[in-house]
């Protein structure tokens, strides 16, 4: 009852920190929501199947479970034939997909599934597909397609496929997207097999289907059904939901670590305030331990209030978020908002948890406060850095030093994510370092009025050094808004100016084809333009020492230094991988299942414009019907060609900018949110430290109107503290940032082999810390203002 009374009592004095719960709880509820409502789901074109039979997985180079080892065209039949004589299975289809897209006029037809949307007519029966009109595909040269593309029955229809245009006779159409060849045509295109549909007789169970396939197949696949058939999904979807994971687990951890250090903050400040009704209770007897569960206990049922209003604020928020991924494409086309009971549940938990984690500085600080010492006006200066406050501030400056120098060292897939934890590390040391730092830099910044007769500066640098820890308190959360504005903004900005120069640098002088409206070049492209680099890239499976089946990025090439028949030139990070040296043979599974030995011609330096596993280019083609070019690079000199439809032509600086651009607005969309939510916390945070502490100066207010201070010097004094404070904290919070962006151009330059400088985004840094001065400043003269008009009522 006594922690309820107090939390009611000092209710003001909690305020900030339940709202910093609220929108923490809110923001990590929608995250959760979204996570769990993009869990993949079976997708359309496996509706109508009672299981799936799925090849066996290759490891990664991480170790992890990636593609799967296509089962050769007579291993497919063989299993096939096992699966057809079950009882209660009507159908055995042996799934292939491969690219196919339809060229209208000169253009192709927007499709993002083209990747995937070529398949044999069998396949139609797994969604299923009805035939609408016409009859199914019986030649190499006739085709079924969806009926809103719109074409006429027995009419010619162009369609881009991996060899380029070809015509095809429109003989069907159904009520679902895709193209729908001849079964023969199909395993033309795709040899190899990775999945083996079942479809079950009228009323037959799909579980006790699929336990008979499993014990038919054995080892030889693994066969699933109802909602782990949601394993085959297509490469776009994929990908989108890999992004949008990405997006809500980086908000997530933002928000996650932006509360912490703003409830910490308030809750410290909070109890500094509270020290005379502290040290009563420690007179009457109250122990240290006791003290401690009191205030601990306080923050729990902050955070349990805050943590209840912000799920419940997250859930109406949802549909918002959703709609902001969507506009990113970042969201399976499918995707619906689920409500279980986990992630409200999680988010509650974090949120009680992190109120509590928050206090726990606090209520340490309050522990140690003697009854006689809580009663003093004043607390002395020497006191405001303790030795274990020293101690964490040393060491989390130390860990910052260290991840700032590892983000110029880190690949390039964790340099952002080093940035983001090193300025974290730092903006914690500069927190806890804040109360020996502000006594110093309030000096510094009052010095040129030293020999002004106004008292407003001695009065602003005798706070500073008279109450530090009050004043850190009110610098913490100016650092960190400052502190995330500099880097992600720097962030944008470094990468702009990086990215672009090193690629142009890489290839100057030449012409790139590139596709347009297509996932990739087909061999037409390739044809038409004979001379230049033109990678045709696949995915290929070794049997490692001792790890099982390897996955590899295999690249066919017209390299005349590398295109040898028999042989394959690897990087020396992949030689190593695979245990092998020059001489030595190795036998690579390619994407139709067969098997090639091939000698290793030479090992060398690892290099990602050759690759790190290249072979001739005839063999991937051979072994892989269904591959896709890469971009095709045009030598200064010889004459390219964007004849083909679904191609443009770039200059290295054009080409650049393109490539940059395909996921600059992902990037430049990250970090704007990333910034409102940093900035958005510590602005909170800002406003509300900046009221408790003009509100808790009540009785210096009335002793400087008694000496004869005027209303409107009192008020300008509050907005003279709450600007230093600020000025403070965007100093410390721009200093923290800079060690891990000169870094991270640093490895910028390494990797891109350009000069990249460091790049500030002046103008968001400039808004963060307007508008953070404005926020404080306001909140410090209304409250200064009220407490004035209440002390002359």
């Known amino acids: 009852m006594l922690i309820l009374a107090n939390v009611r009592a000092h209710r003001s004095g909690f305020l900030g920190a339940f709202i910093a719960v609220l929108l923490g709880t809110a923001l990590i509820t929608t995250t959760l929501v979204l996570y769990d409502s993009s869990r993949p789901t079976v997708g359309p074109r496996y509706a109508a199947t009672a299981a799936l039979a799925l090849a066996p997985q290759a490891l990664g180079p991480d170790g992890g479970r990636e593609d799967r080892i296509p089962w050769s065209p007579a291993e497919a039949r063989s299993l096939a034939a096992r699966l057809d004589g079950l009882p209660s299975v009507a159908a055995v289809v042996m799934d292939r997909s491969f690219y196919a897209q339809a060229v209208i006029g000169d253009a192709p037809v927007a499709d993002e599934a083209a990747l995937e949307a070529g398949h044999g007519w069998d396949s139609a029966r797994m969604a299923p597909h009805r035939l609408v009109s016409g009859r199914p595909p019986a030649t190499d040269r006739e085709v079924v397609v969806d009926q809103a593309l719109g074409a006429a029955m027995n009419?010619?229809?162009?369609?881009?496929?991996?060899?380029?245009?070809?015509?095809?006779?429109?003989?069907?159409?159904?009520?679902?997207?895709?193209?729908?060849?001849?079964?023969?045509?199909?395993?033309?295109?795709?040899?190899?097999?990775?999945?083996?549909?079942?479809?079950?007789?009228?009323?037959?169970?799909?579980?006790?289907?699929?336990?008979?396939?499993?014990?038919?197949?054995?080892?030889?696949?693994?066969?699933?059904?109802?909602?782990?058939?949601?394993?085959?999904?297509?490469?776009?979807?994929?990908?989108?939901?890999?992004?949008?994971?990405?997006?809500?687990?980086?908000?997530?951890?933002?928000?996650?670590?932006?509360?912490?250090?703003?409830?910490?903050?308030?809750?410290v400040l909070a109890t500094g305030m509270r020290r005379r009704e502290i040290g009563l209770l420690r007179t009457i007897g109250a122990g240290p331990d006791q003290i401690r569960r009191m205030i601990l206990g306080e923050a729990a049922v902050v955070g349990a209030l805050g943590s209840i209003a912000g799920a419940l604020t997250g859930l109406a928020a949802t549909p918002l978020l959703r709609a902001v991924m969507r506009d990113l494409d970042v969201t399976p086309p499918d995707l619906t908002i689920t409500i279980t009971a986990w992630p409200l549940l999680t988010a509650c938990a974090i949120g009680a948890g992190v109120s509590v984690i928050g206090a726990w500085a606090a209520g340490r600080k309050a522990a140690r406060v003697a009854p006689i010492e809580a009663l003093l006006e004043r607390r002395s200066v020497s006191k405001a850095m303790g030795r274990g406050r020293w101690a964490a501030a040393l060491t989390a400056l130390g860990a910052g030093a260290a991840l700032a120098v590892g983000t110029a060292t880190t690949g390039a897939d964790d340099r952002i994510n080093t940035a983001i934890l090193a300025t974290m590390t730092l903006i914690v040391a500069a927190a806890l370092l804040a109360p020996a730092l502000v006594g110093p830099l309030g000096r510094a910044l009052t010095a040129p009025f030293g020999r002004s007769a106004a008292a407003a500066p001695v009065l602003l640098r005798a706070e500073l050094l008279a109450h530090p820890r009050r004043a850190a308190s009110l610098v913490a959360p100016v650092i960190a808004a400052v502190g995330f504005a500099v880097l992600l903004s720097g962030i944008v900005e470094t990468m702009r100016v990086a990215y672009p120069a090193g690629e142009a640098l890489k290839v100057a002088g030449q012409t790139i084809v590139t596709p347009h409206g297509t996932p990739g070049n087909t061999d037409e492209?390739?044809?038409?333009?004979?001379?230049?680099?033109?990678?045709?890239?696949?995915?290929?499976?070794?049997?490692?020492?001792?790890?099982?089946?390897?996955?590899?990025?295999?690249?066919?090439?017209?390299?005349?230094?590398?295109?040898?028949?028999?042989?394959?030139?690897?990087?020396?990070?992949?030689?190593?991988?695979?245990?092998?040296?020059?001489?030595?043979?190795?036998?690579?599974?390619?994407?139709?299942?067969?098997?090639?030995?091939?000698?290793?011609?030479?090992?060398?330096?690892?290099?990602?414009?050759?690759?790190?596993?290249?072979?001739?280019?005839?063999?991937?083609?051979?072994?892989?019907?269904?591959?896709?070019?890469?971009?095709?690079?045009?030598?200064?000199?010889?004459?390219?060609?964007?004849?083909?439809?679904?191609?443009?032509?770039?200059?290295?600086?054009?080409?650049?900018?393109?490539?940059?651009?395909?996921?600059?607005?992902?990037?430049?969309?990250?970090?704007?949110?990333?910034?409102?939510?940093?900035?958005?916390?510590?602005?909170?945070?800002?406003?509300?430290?900046?009221?408790?502490?003009?509100?808790?100066?009540?009785?210096?207010?009335?002793?400087?109107?008694?000496?004869?201070?005027?209303?409107?010097?009192?008020?300008?004094?509050?907005a003279g503290e709450a600007a230093m404070v600020v000025t403070v904290g965007a100093a410390l919070g721009i200093l923290v940032t800079l060690p891990p962006l000169a870094a991270m151009a640093s490895g910028l330059s390494q990797a891109t082999s350009a000069d990249v400088g460091l790049h500030l985004d002046t103008a968001a840094v400039v808004r963060t810390v307007t508008g953070t001065l404005l926020a404080a400043t306001a909140a410090a003269v209304t409250v200064t203002w009220r407490t004035l008009r209440s002390r002359t009522a």
């Open 155 to 267: 009419s010619e229809l162009t369609v881009n496929i991996t060899t380029g245009r070809e015509r095809f006779t429109v003989v069907g159409t159904v009520d679902g997207p895709g193209y729908y060849f001849s079964e023969a045509f199909a395993a033309a295109r795709q040899p190899g097999v990775r999945a083996i549909g079942l479809i079950a007789e009228r009323g037959a169970s799909a579980p006790a289907l699929a336990a008979r396939a499993q014990k038919a197949l054995g080892r030889a696949a693994t066969v699933v059904t109802g909602d782990a058939r949601s394993a085959l999904q297509p490469a776009y979807i994929e990908h989108k939901r890999f992004l949008g994971v990405q997006l809500v687990t980086a908000m997530a951890v933002l928000a996650l670590f932006t509360t912490v250090f703003v409830v910490a903050s308030l809750l």
């Open 525 to 718: 492209v390739v044809t038409a333009n004979p001379v230049g680099k033109a990678a045709l890239p696949t995915r290929a499976f070794v049997a490692a020492a001792a790890d099982g089946v390897t996955v590899l990025d295999v690249l066919g090439t017209r390299d005349q230094r590398w295109n040898t028949p028999g042989e394959a030139v690897l990087g020396e990070r992949t030689a190593r991988q695979l245990g092998l040296t020059q001489g030595e043979s190795v036998a690579v599974r390619f994407a139709d299942g067969a098997s090639v030995t091939l000698r290793v011609g030479a090992v060398l330096p690892d290099d990602p414009a050759r690759g790190d596993f290249v072979v001739a280019r005839e063999l991937v083609r051979a072994h892989d019907p269904a591959a896709l070019n890469d971009d095709v690079f045009v030598p200064d000199g010889a004459r390219a060609s964007g004849a083909v439809p679904g191609t443009a032509l770039h200059d290295a600086a054009e080409y650049a900018l393109a490539d940059y651009r395909t996921d600059a607005r992902l990037t430049d969309s990250l970090a704007g949110m990333l910034m409102v939510i940093a900035v958005g916390y510590s602005a909170i945070a800002v406003v509300n430290s900046t009221a408790m502490a003009a509100h808790g100066r009540r009785r210096d207010l009335a002793v400087l109107g008694s000496a004869g201070g005027t209303a409107r010097q009192l008020l300008l004094l509050a």
